[in-house]
């Protein structure tokens, strides 16, 4: 990397593949956000974890700073930004209340769905040879112990697509007809469901999750287009592939 300028947000991720730029969720919702706000930043791509050992993370005037949320309260106050200032208290307290249903529950939905019902599937999707399967076996390992210690691990089959389709419907009730979650332009809230739901229409095919966004909430499906229509008109350029998969 060049020397690093001031002011600009170094944004370490993983690297785009052809069904979509990133295949974190956090990774897709900090990427948003900072297109949404217009703040300054450049990817790079890799696998390195951040300083609290996870992906994405951010460097910004030489300190590096991890977890999606905590680097959008911080980029609010450094750059002067905020997606929130035309909602009321309740609103915001609407907007948090769905931000955390779906980075605290929905998310494990997928996570089940990704690594452990369709892990034969992830080289594929993460497009790497199969010696680095070896390794990702480690992490699906892992992954199971966090389903677990969770506790939406310990659920039969049926009781987990319940829980999370009902976390869906409730999107899709609370969206209804409206552009975005919150009203005619978007908020800190689109940012992190967009995240969630983004790896569901465009990673997901086939999975009652895919289902769910696109056949019985096509509202879903809509708003998903529709912010990757207007935030990322490089969609096709990052992913080399003009195949949406809906």
């Not at 992906?55 to 005037?61: A, S």
């Not at 680095?132 to 199971?144: G, H, Q, V, Y």
Request: proline share 6%.
């Amino acid at each position: 990397m060049a020397a690093a300028t001031s002011g600009k947000v170094y944004f370490h991720v993983t690297p785009p593949v052809k069904a979509i730029p990133c295949l974190t969720p956090f990774g897709m919702k900090l990427e948003t956000y900072l297109r949404i706000t217009g703040i300054p930043y450049e990817p790079i791509y890799g696998r390195s974890m951040g300083p609290k050992g996870k992906i994405p993370w951010i460097e910004y005037n030489g300190e590096a700073m991890g977890d999606s949320g905590l680097i959008l309260e911080f980029l609010n106050r450094e750059k002067g930004v905020d997606l929130n200032k035309s909602l009321s208290d309740a609103d915001k307290a609407v907007s948090r209340a769905f931000t955390k249903m779906v980075e605290e529950n929905t998310y494990w939905g997928l996570t089940q769905y990704r690594w452990i019902d369709n892990f034969d599937k992830l080289q594929e999707l993460f497009e790497i040879p199969w010696i680095a399967m070896l390794f990702m076996r480690r992490i699906r390992s892992n992954t199971k112990q966090k389903l677990m210690a969770h506790g939406i691990g310990r659920h039969s089959k049926d009781d987990l697509e319940g829980i999370i389709e009902k976390d869906l419907k409730a999107i899709s009730t609370f969206l209804g007809a409206k552009p975005y979650l919150m009203g005619d332009e978007p908020t800190e809230v689109d940012a992190a469901v967009f995240g969630q739901l983004s790896e569901i229409v465009w990673t997901a095919p086939d999975s009652y999750l895919h289902r769910i966004v696109t056949v019985d909430c096509p509202n879903l499906l809509a708003y998903c287009n529709r912010i990757k229509d207007r935030y990322w008109p490089d969609w096709d350029q990052l992913t080399g592939n003009t195949n949406t998969n809906q």
